[in-house]
């Protein structure tokens, strides 16, 4: 193969898994008439069309995706190669991407990095916050961050938080309209404020469980979010009852904006995770973040 093929691959892998030139090419750092022009002699060079472009999308052809398929774990084992070489530095360097809910990154990414980063000039830390799930791998993450009840079972998962709690919680107006409930099925009688997942669009089932009991209940209200800031905003104003994690409303609760109820009925579950495929070589520099977010009970 000659050394010119190897970026013409690379360029097309990238265009392929982007499905867009402008990505891609942002991805390489290169210009996207110049990566529009390397893919076109590369289809030109093998006498088949590899991408379908339209006016608003890029896809694989069935050539295409059978040629993307052999050349991501190629790929992927030079990836690793370079990172294992990366390991003969004196100091750990490079990027790490993560994807992360914003919560997990105030309250366990951010302390760490703060405390982190100045002794490592050489390593740099992006972080996506974003409320859905993603895929590390097809997104070209180094590791995510989310629930250890919500990590796929092919990864590695290091606990980075201790348990973590829910609440149900409502301002004093409210309570002075309407009675407190005294178990979760009470709450169907409430104004509930919802929370709809942003990726799987339903709205989130309240969960509880006392005694080994579990119990879901699908409450109603007026209002609706997908963003936990602002359902502690609405709770605060007397609008109705939120379930939400602790961390959302600790200070909320010390100064009597929020009251806490059901709190027999919300026990300790797996805290925040980073997880990250179990075959990633492990770099330097991922290795000592991972060392650094560590929970140690």
Not at 114 to 140: C, H, N, T
Not at 267 to 285: I, Q
Request: hydrophobic share 40%; net charge positive; proline share 6%.
């Amino acid at each position: 193969m000659r050394r010119e093929d190897l970026g013409d691959l690379t360029a097309f892998v990238a265009v392929a898994e982007d499905r867009s030139f402008t990505r891609a090419a942002a991805r390489l750092g290169t210009s996207q008439s110049a990566i529009s022009q390397t893919v076109r002699r590369l289809e030109g060079r093998l006498g088949l069309r590899l991408l379908t472009r339209t006016t608003r999308s890029v896809a694989p052809t069935s050539a295409g995706e059978r040629l993307l398929a052999s050349l991501r774990p190629a790929l992927d084992e030079i990836d690793n190669q370079l990172a294992a070489i990366s390991e003969l530095r004196d100091k750990p360097a490079g990027t790490i991407r993560i994807t992360t809910s914003q919560h997990a990154a105030d309250a366990v990414l951010w302390p760490a990095l703060e405390r982190l980063l100045p002794d490592y000039p050489d390593v740099s830390v992006e972080l996506s916050v974003d409320s859905g799930f993603r895929d590390i791998v097809a997104d070209r993450f180094d590791a995510g961050v989310r629930l250890g009840e919500h990590v796929d079972k092919d990864m590695v998962a290091v606990p980075i938080s201790p348990p973590l709690r829910m609440a149900v919680v409502g301002a004093p107006a409210y309570f002075a309209r309407r009675e407190r409930p005294r178990k979760p099925h009470d709450l169907t009688g409430h104004n509930c404020i919802n929370m709809r997942f942003p990726t799987m669009g339903g709205l989130y089932a309240w969960e509880f469980e006392k005694a080994g009991r579990e119990v879901q209940v699908r409450v109603g209200g007026q209002i609706t979010f997908n963003e936990p800031r602002l359902i502690v905003t609405a709770a605060c104003a007397g609008l109705g009852l939120a379930f939400i994690l602790e961390g959302h409303v600790q200070q909320q609760l010390a100064d009597g904006r929020l009251v806490r109820v059901l709190d027999d009925w919300c026990p300790s579950f797996a805290g925040y995770h980073l997880y990250y495929p179990s075959r990633r070589h492990l770099s330097p520099a991922f290795a000592l973040l991972v060392g650094a977010l560590k929970y140690r009970s």
